[in-house]
């Protein structure tokens, strides 16, 4: 019988069957509907545009349900060094993106993942007796949504112009580069273009913040997680909207290039947009439950609450109003926001792994 379902099979929804199947479930119980096998194909493809090589996120940045033995542990051992461990006792251990692919291939095929996965694009969630409803795929009492990013971020003013490549699509850099935005994606393309031989100039609308992590790591913590959640309503998305601001990391690798070329007269901020030959929209993904059209129509079904954009989730990532003792609907990634506010990242997946997989597996028992 199947208990759960998974709508997405990207690294959220990797994760989260990794946590089931650590809970007991068995890859039988399991249905997970996506458009890709290859739980790691959007990272691949958005990595391969902008040329990333190292992951953002430290030991703690893997797929595996439980934090311990992370990434560094595991590099410590194959190396045979520690060097790995005392950078991520000091914060400093970013894997690089093949360690992690290679990760992800490992644990894909250990946990025989592909055999709970259907190619099938889940366009509606509907609640039903009996759990949900899942576009003819049959009724599951637990569902997870774990869609991924809407889509990528264009600003409306440059929508059309031929000059225009998103920084996330396939692109070489030409002689002179103008990249608008200012978190790590737009960080990174400044040395790469920069590294192509381009003059390049930076737009941004703030100055980013410069944190090794997306959101500051107190909001990591049980203590950070249990204050964030008190906060009312409107008050939280504010907060939100502070923490989502653009950030890359600090250093002397991000700062030292781009002093060198600013004596240089390589590279320069600009308030706008100018006549550079190639402008680069490292602006990140469209945010908001209404850039996704299935998460839109649950909304949209069920009068679903919401706040500014973000569907209005409870702690664990559920959905109030359609969660109980003998079902669960949760949320996944960037749109689970409102529970954890670094949920776009693989912590943040884990952390809703942990908590869908404590409700299927508590409701098994009743």
Same mark, same amino acid.
């Given at each position: 019988?199947?208990?759960?379902?998974?709508v997405?099979?990207?690294?959220? @929804?990797?994760?989260?069957y990794?946590? %089931?199947?650590?809970a @007991?479930?068995?890859r039988? /119980?399991?249905?997970?509907?996506?458009?890709?096998?290859d739980?790691a194909?959007?990272?691949?493809?958005?990595? &391969?545009?902008?040329?990333?090589?190292?992951?953002? !996120?430290?030991?703690?940045?893997?797929?595996?349900?439980?934090?311990?033995?992370?990434?560094?542990v595991?590099? #410590?051992?194959?190396?045979r060094?520690?060097?790995?461990?005392?950078?991520?006792?000091a914060?400093?251990y +970013?894997?690089?993106?093949a360690?992690?692919?290679?990760?992800?291939?490992?644990?894909?095929?250990?946990s025989?993942?592909?055999d709970?996965v259907?190619?099938?694009?889940?366009a509606?969630v509907?609640?039903v007796?009996?759990?949900?409803?899942?576009? @003819?795929?049959?009724v599951?009492?637990?569902?997870?949504v774990?869609p991924? +990013?809407?889509g990528?971020? $264009?600003?409306?003013?440059?929508?059309?112009?031929?000059?225009?490549?998103? #920084?996330? /699509?396939?692109?070489?850099?030409? !002689? =002179?580069v =103008?990249?608008?935005?200012?978190?790590?994606? #737009?960080?990174? /393309?400044w040395?790469?273009?920069?590294?192509? *031989?381009?003059?390049? $100039?930076?737009?941004?609308?703030?100055?980013? &913040?410069?944190?090794?992590?997306? $959101?500051p790591r107190?909001?990591?913590?049980?203590?950070?997680?249990a204050?964030?959640?008190?906060?009312?309503?409107?008050?939280?998305a504010?907060r939100?909207? =502070?923490?989502?601001?653009? !950030?890359?990391?600090?250093?002397?690798a991000?700062?030292?290039?781009?002093?060198?070329? &600013?004596?240089? *007269?390589?590279?320069?901020v600009?308030?706008?947009v100018n006549?550079?030959?190639?402008?680069?929209?490292?602006?990140g993904? %469209?945010r908001?439950?209404?850039?996704?059209p299935?998460?839109?129509?649950l909304?949209?079904?069920?009068?679903?609450?919401?706040?500014?954009?973000w569907i209005?989730?409870?702690?664990?990532?559920?959905?109030?109003?359609? =969660?109980?003792?003998?079902?669960?609907? #949760? $949320?996944? @990634?960037?749109?689970?926001?409102?529970?954890?506010?670094?949920?776009?990242?693989? &912590?943040?997946?884990?952390?809703?792994? +942990?908590?869908?997989?404590?409700?299927?597996?508590?409701?098994?028992?009743?």
């Amino acid at each position: 019988m199947t208990r759960a379902a998974i709508v997405g099979s990207g690294l959220a @929804g990797f994760t989260a069957y990794q946590a %089931l199947r650590r809970a @007991g479930l068995d890859r039988g /119980e399991i249905a997970v509907f996506g458009t890709d096998a290859d739980p790691a194909a959007a990272l691949r493809a958005r990595a &391969a545009a902008i040329r990333q090589c190292t992951m953002r !996120s430290e030991s703690d940045g893997h797929c595996l349900p439980a934090s311990f033995p992370g990434l560094a542990v595991r590099s #410590a051992l194959r190396r045979r060094s520690l060097v790995p461990l005392v950078a991520s006792a000091a914060d400093r251990y +970013h894997p690089t993106l093949a360690e992690f692919l290679d990760h992800v291939a490992a644990l894909r095929d250990r946990s025989r993942w592909d055999d709970s996965v259907l190619l099938a694009r889940i366009a509606r969630v509907r609640a039903v007796d009996g759990g949900f409803e899942l576009d @003819g795929h049959g009724v599951f009492p637990h569902v997870l949504v774990a869609p991924g +990013h809407p889509g990528l971020n $264009v600003p409306e003013e440059l929508q059309g112009d031929p000059r225009v490549v998103h #920084a996330y /699509e396939p692109h070489g850099y030409a !002689s =002179t580069v =103008t990249v608008v935005g200012a978190g790590l994606a #737009a960080a990174t /393309e400044w040395l790469n273009a920069l590294e192509a *031989g381009a003059e390049v $100039v930076s737009v941004r609308r703030r100055e980013p &913040a410069r944190r090794p992590l997306n $959101v500051p790591r107190p909001y990591f913590s049980r203590r950070g997680l249990a204050a964030f959640h008190r906060l009312g309503p409107v008050e939280r998305a504010a907060r939100l909207r =502070t923490l989502l601001e653009p !950030s890359y990391p600090p250093g002397r690798a991000w700062d030292e290039p781009l002093a060198r070329a &600013a004596a240089a *007269g390589r590279f320069r901020v600009e308030a706008s947009v100018n006549g550079s030959a190639q402008v680069i929209c490292a602006t990140g993904f %469209l945010r908001g439950f209404r850039h996704d059209p299935l998460l839109a129509r649950l909304v949209d079904d069920h009068a679903v609450e919401t706040v500014e954009g973000w569907i209005a989730l409870a702690p664990d990532a559920t959905v109030p109003a359609l =969660t109980n003792e003998e079902r669960t609907l #949760a $949320v996944a @990634g960037a749109p689970a926001q409102w529970s954890f506010p670094a949920a776009d990242t693989l &912590a943040g997946a884990r952390y809703v792994a +942990h908590r869908f997989a404590e409700r299927v597996t508590a409701c098994r028992t009743r």
